[in-house]
């Protein structure tokens, strides 16, 4: 497993990291700890959950998993987004940071967060407001690094400009994948223009890009497509199989899956440190981990770019 900066900072992590949104929600302790564990010795050190994910089980759960191998890792959660529908419990205040953060170490089961990200920008907190309380975790040595969810690109820079000498958001984590770019426009630039790695979610664009689905076949009963319901079967529509199809077809020309050029693609763009991509089972994890294998030249980059503008 490789590993890259997180932005302009110190932390390196893996480059292909687990999304633990699963855990508390689609599967229990036990299969969590299976997962877990199996990511771990496929070489994933990023572990990426949040306060909300599964109702707060999936951090109570992915505590659990780590267990002795809480240090083996780096361990990344989230806030902002209301826990439990109460809207007492969100938002980016000094407040309700402070609440935030005591009540993820405690089910998380550590004293410490590697990576703690503002889940969605608060309209009604001024940023500045944000900063300073994450500036003061990172003093107080209960966060090591911070990041930040579903910015836009101004927002990213206006951040950037006012953690002038304090702690600054070294990480973006929104919505990218072959089928789904929209942060090209401006995201992606303001992570490399102020140094943020940046953390694609939904690599695989809930499943399309897994090669378990089929034109003119409904989702698999299991699947989140499925979950989705008219939402996802808006999604496998004859457009996006189009484009499906005919990645599938680039990968298996060079000995590879769709899964594979999902990965890799994403990975062909250097302010991507690490794709975060769920798993329900201990093969999925171990087939995500396996993609960190296949390194796309930037010319092939730009032919994958091609079947899908």
Not at 123 to 146: F, H, M, N, S, W
Not at 154 to 165: H, M, V
Not at 191 to 218: I, M, N, Q, T, V
Request: charged share 25%.
């Amino acid at each position: 497993m490789k590993v890259r900066r997180l932005g302009n900072s110190g932390l390196k992590v893996s480059v292909v990291g687990l999304g633990c949104n699963n855990f508390g929600m689609r599967i229990d302790a036990g299969q969590t700890d299976a997962v877990v564990n199996a990511a771990i010795d496929a070489g994933v050190t990023l572990f990426d959950t949040a306060d909300i994910y599964g109702g707060t089980q999936s951090e109570v759960f992915l505590g659990k998993a780590l267990g002795k191998r809480r240090h083996e890792v780096v361990l990344a959660t989230k806030f902002g987004m209301r826990v439990q529908e109460d809207p007492k419990r969100s938002g980016g205040s000094r407040r309700w940071i402070m609440q935030a953060v005591e009540d993820s170490l405690r089910r998380l089961g550590t004293d410490y967060i590697d990576l703690y990200q503002h889940h969605r920008p608060d309209p009604d907190t001024p940023v500045d407001e944000t900063l300073r309380a994450l500036d003061d975790l990172v003093t107080q040595g209960k966060v090591r690094y911070i990041g930040c969810s579903n910015y836009e690109g101004w927002q990213i820079a206006d951040a950037d400009w006012t953690a002038a000498g304090q702690s600054r958001f070294v990480s973006a984590q929104n919505l990218y994948s072959l089928l789904e770019r929209d942060v090209e426009r401006e995201i992606l630039p303001a992570c490399e223009h102020f140094g943020l790695g940046f953390l694609p979610f939904f690599p695989l664009a809930s499943g399309l890009l897994s090669g378990k689905y089929r034109r003119g076949e409904p989702p698999p009963n299991d699947s989140r497509l499925a979950a989705w319901g008219a939402r996802g079967q808006a999604a496998m529509n004859d457009a996006n199989f189009d484009r499906v199809e005919a990645l599938d077809a680039w990968a298996r020309e060079r000995g590879h899956t769709i899964l594979d050029l999902a990965f890799a693609w994403l990975l062909g763009h250097r302010v991507v440190s690490s794709v975060i991509a769920g798993a329900t089972t201990p093969d999925q994890v171990r087939a995500n981990a396996a993609t960190a294998s296949w390194v796309l030249t930037a010319d092939e980059v730009a032919e994958v770019t091609a079947l899908v503008r």
